[in-house]
T-cell receptor, first 111, second 114 residues
Framework: GDSVTQMEGPVTLSEEAFLTINCTYT??????LFWYVQYPGEGLQLLLK?????DKGSNKGFEATYRKETTSFHLEKGSVQVSDSAVYFCALRSGNEKLTFGTGTRLTIIP | DAGITQSPRHKVTETGTPVTLRCHQT?????MYWYRQDPGHGLRLIHY???????DKGEVSDGYSVSRSKTEDFLLTLESATSSQTSVYFCAISGDRPGTDTQYFGPGTRLTVL
C-alpha cells in the first residue's frame, strides 16, 4: 500500500537558518504530493503541492520538488523565521481522494 | 479559508458513553473525511463520504460509525467510547471539480475519554 516516510523530529534551528525536511514515499501509479502545516492549536493548512514529476510547489518561501526518480518531496526554506515554528506533514494522494500522511515533523525556530 | 466548522471543539466523556462529533461545511463539496491525530501516527483516516448517504471505511474504522444525511453535515459517532479513542479528530473536505480537489481541514475536536 501507499506510505509516506518523513524525517523524524523534533527539529530545532536558529532564525535565518536553512531548512530541509525530508520526505520519501511509496505509491502505485503517479501520486500527487502535498505538504501541510499545523500551527499550535490549529487544524492542518495546505502549504504547497505538486501533481506530477519535476513539478515544484512553492508558498511562503517554502519549496518542494516532486522527484520521481528518488520518490522524494523534500521541503526546503532558505531562511526560517520564528513564525515558521509548527508541525509539518508530508502526504500523498494516489488514484483516489484519500490522503496518506507521514507522521509529522515538529519544527522549532529559536530567535 | 474553506468554510468548515467542527463541534464540539473540546469534549471530556467517560468510558462506555456514546459520543457524536459534527462536521459542517459551507462549500458544497462532495467529499468529507474524518481523521484522528495521535503522536507518532500522523493523521489516520477513520471514515469518508463521497456523497449523501455514501460512506466508506478508512484504515482505523473499528469502533466508529458515520452518517451523512445532508451535503453539508458529516457526523462521527463513537457508540461506546473507550480510552483508546482519546485523540484529536479532524474533519476535511474536498470537491470533484478542477481546482477543488485539495483537502481542507477543520479546526479539530479534542476528545478525552476517561
Amino acid at each position: 500500500g501507499d506510505s509516506v516516510t518523513q524525517m523524524e523530529g523534533p527539529v530545532t534551528l536558529s532564525e535565518e537558518a536553512f531548512l530541509t525536511i525530508n520526505c520519501t514515499y511509496t505509491a502505485t501509479g503517479y501520486p500527487s504530493l502535498f505538504w501541510y502545516v499545523q500551527y499550535p492549536g490549529e487544524g492542518l493548512q495546505l502549504l504547497l503541492k505538486a501533481t506530477k514529476a519535476d513539478d515544484k510547489g512553492s508558498n511562503k518561501g517554502f519549496e518542494a520538488t516532486y522527484r520521481k526518480e528518488t520518490t522524494s518531496f523534500h521541503l526546503e526554506k532558505g531562511s526560517v523565521q520564528v513564525s515558521d515554528s509548527a508541525v509539518y506533514f508530508c502526504a500523498l494522494r494516489s488514484g483516489n481522494e484519500k490522503l496518506t500522511f507521514g507522521t509529522g515533523t515538529r519544527l522549532t525556530i529559536i530567535p | 479559508d474553506a468554510g468548515i466548522t467542527q463541534s464540539p471543539r473540546h469534549k471530556v466523556t467517560e468510558t462506555g458513553t456514546p459520543v457524536t462529533l459534527r462536521c459542517h461545511q459551507t462549500e458544497n463539496h462532495r467529499y468529507m473525511y474524518w481523521y484522528r491525530q495521535d503522536p507518532g501516527h500522523g493523521l489516520r483516516l477513520i471514515h469518508y463520504s463521497y456523497g449523501v448517504k455514501d460512506t466508506d471505511k478508512g484504515e482505523v474504522s473499528d469502533g466508529y460509525s458515520v452518517s451523512r444525511s445532508k451535503t453539508e453535515d458529516f457526523l462521527l459517532t463513537l457508540e461506546s467510547a473507550t480510552s483508546s479513542q482519546t485523540s484529536v479528530y479532524f474533519c476535511a473536505i474536498s470537491g470533484d471539480r478542477p481546482g477543488t480537489d485539495t483537502q481542507y481541514f477543520g479546526p479539530g475536536t479534542r476528545l478525552t475519554v476517561l
